[in-house]
């Protein structure tokens, strides 16, 4: 059964630094890997999806990376600001055949101080 | 951007309590799902239907749980009769494929009572 971990659990950072959060995950058969941002009392928005064939996806000041063998992806997100606040949750896509489904980890919350 | 809607996006219903969440997914989409999420824990796989049946479902989706699509572009999730611990943000999600990352509603908070 596919276990999801994040690190660390909350982050406080000051505007404008770079940060790294961490996800690991226990069965390196996983097809996809996707990262989502949660407002509180809110929906997932979707922030990148690396796909089982890739290493790195970004978009504007995020950058996700995806190491499959370690079990590990990291998201790094650049020039940190206050609208960042938020918490961040990675999912892996199931490694069965067809499987879909997503394993969330806990996520980390991150607060940007200005 | 295409988007998920579900509604509504608060319920409250007394335990024994039948309820219905409803949810559009996005119309090209093929695979859809149900995921919940019990205040401060994890979000948790329900149940994924493809091709008009189950094609997944969790330990947590007993015969208390049932999904339909009724038509073309509805995806319900049935509650039989509530019990408080059932109390959780519910959320909806389609996808079109592997390729394309998940879709998530912006959920209905079910507090049973």
């Known amino acids: 059964k596919q276990e999801v971990t994040q690190i660390p659990a909350a982050l406080s950072v000051p505007e404008g630094e770079n940060l790294v959060l961490n996800c690991s995950f226990t069965?390196?058969?996983?097809?996809?890997l996707q990262w989502f941002r949660q407002d509180p009392g809110k929906g997932l928005t979707s922030l990148l999806l690396?796909?089982?064939?890739?290493r790195e996806q970004t978009s504007g000041r995020l950058n996700a990376s995806l190491d499959k063998s370690s079990g590990r992806s990291t998201l790094y997100i650049a020039a940190s600001q206050p609208g960042d606040s938020a918490t961040y949750l990675c999912?892996?896509?199931?490694?069965?055949?067809?499987?879909?489904?997503?394993?969330f980890g806990k996520g980390t919350k991150l607060s940007v101080i200005p | 951007e295409p988007e998920v809607t579900q509604t509504p996006s608060h319920q409250v219903t007394q335990m024994g309590q039948e309820v219905i969440l409803r949810c559009v997914p996005i119309?090209?989409?093929?695979?859809f799902y149900w995921y919940r999420q019990i205040l401060g824990q994890k979000v948790e796989f329900l149940v994924s239907?493809?091709?008009?049946?189950?094609?997944?479902k969790s330990e947590i989706f007993d015969d208390q749980f049932s999904v339909e699509r009724p038509d073309g572009s509805n995806f319900t999730l049935k509650i039989r009769s509530t019990k408080l611990e059932d109390s959780a943000m519910y959320f909806c999600?389609?996808?079109?494929?592997?390729?394309?990352?998940?879709?998530f509603g912006s959920g209905t908070r079910l507090t049973v009572v």
């Open positions: 999600a389609s996808t079109a494929g592997g390729n394309y990352g998940y879709t």
């Open positions: 239907f493809y091709n008009n049946e189950i094609s997944e």
């Open positions: 999912a892996g896509w199931g490694s069965g055949a067809g499987s879909y489904q997503l394993t």
């Open positions: 119309s090209n989409h093929l695979y």
């Open positions: 690396i796909q089982s064939s890739q």
């Open positions: 069965d390196s058969a996983i097809y996809n």
